[in-house]
């Protein structure tokens, strides 16, 4: 997105340097690196970084109305409002496309937003390993609002483990070491000290909640939550009978409670009105049909990982839809071809991690990743024996 940058960058790229980045990527924890590592990062000009940024302050102004908080209860199904809800999530991920509008300019548009974490302590290691490597220009970071690896750590604390002891706090998600995400589990435990803790190794009594920290039972205070409830929902009979732990009044506070899965969501879309927000409503709201379909997506509302998306939408898949409120009919997006990659050019989408600290009005952003795709959609089955595509960061320019 920076010419000068980016030819500089090819020109000095060798696969010998990427095999070294990739072996000590693999290096830090060993066997859990389980997903493809780009073989660049993304220059981002700060004009570029702004627009992004001021699209994100019209969203958080709409969703911090009394309004809002309002009409999102509808976007939590009944069977899973769990007890407990907070004011405002402890985190918030966006994911923008980088997208050409008429004119043929480059522009960010909202893809999808959720109340849930990402990759928050593995995006602290990777652009460390990479500047062992590779270029990293003068005046760039991968850091925004003038954090940097050190300050960023202590931001995560504060956020997920606030004055609570660390053995008090853990990571919940479902056999973790099973989860492709699994690398970050094992930076959290590295850079935080929080271990993941699998739903199924829970202990209850009464209201508080325990797990064995090497053998000694150890009291629950503080749940830093990656458990989605879609996997759960794929778990056998035992395991979904484990987790119905989660929907009782328990002694814990979830980092960031699980509501806000769905308060912040592709359900919020609707409600946002911003030139970086595609134009989005709910299925369930549209009367008429756009005559220009093709110019359509449809999503369900509460899934992950692109799963469910109809991207060459019919009014005959729209008609098979059995539950139109839960699905939202969005204008497509025109993915820029907009970095230069060794034969075909690559598109990318940017996640910007916010973290709202107790007591701050506003949340904060932080820090980044980043994907490259040269398939249909970003995701790891549209870019299968592709080069140049798969997770990476950005470094915004100061």
Known sequence: MIP???????????????????????????????FRVAETPLFIPKEFTQKMLDA?????????????????????????????????????????????????????????????????????????????????????????????????????????????????????????????????FSATEDLLGIKAVCLTKLIKEGKDLYYLNDGVKTRIERIYNRLIFDDLFQ????VQEKGKIIMEELNVTWVPHPNWFYRLSKYTLPFINHPYVPET??????????????NYVVKPLFSFAGQGVIIDVTENDIEKIADPENWILQRKVKYAAAIETPGEWAKA?????????????????ANNLARLSKGKMVGVRYNKDKEWVGGTFCLFEK
Not at 15 to 32: R, T
Not at 84 to 101: M, S, T
Request: proline letters at 6%; aromatic letters at 12%.
């Open 281 to 294: 409503k709910f299925l369930s709201d549209v009367k008429d049909l756009p005559i220009d379909l093709e």
């Open 235 to 238: 778990q056998s009979v035992e």
């Open 4 to 34: 000068s940058i980016r030819e500089q960058y090819n020109q000095q790229f060798t696969e010998a340097a990427y095999k070294d980045y990739l072996d000590d990527l693999e290096n830090v924890y060993p066997g859990q690196l389980d």
């Open 56 to 184: 994100c302050e019209a969203i958080f102004d709409q969703m911090t109305t009394d309004a809002y908080r309002k009409q999102s209860d509808k976007a939590i199904p009944d069977n899973l409002n769990v007890p407990g809800q907070d004011v405002y999530p402890h985190c918030v991920a966006l994911d923008f496309g980088i997208c050409e509008n008429e004119s043929g300019e480059l522009e960010p548009q909202l893809i999808e937003m959720q109340g849930f974490p990402s990759l928050f302590a593995w995006e602290a290691v990777v652009p460390e390993i990479y500047e062992k490597h590779f270029m990293c220009p003068n005046n760039f970071s991968a850091y925004l609002n003038g954090y940097d690896k050190q300050s960023y750590i202590e931001l995560l604390k504060r956020v997920i483990i606030g004055d609570t002891p660390v053995e008090n706090v853990v990571l919940l998600e479902i056999f973790p070491e099973k989860q492709k995400t699994r690398i970050d």
């Open 349 to 365: 989408e940017i996640r910007l991690f916010y973290f709202w600290e107790t007591g701050a009005e506003r949340p904060v952003a």
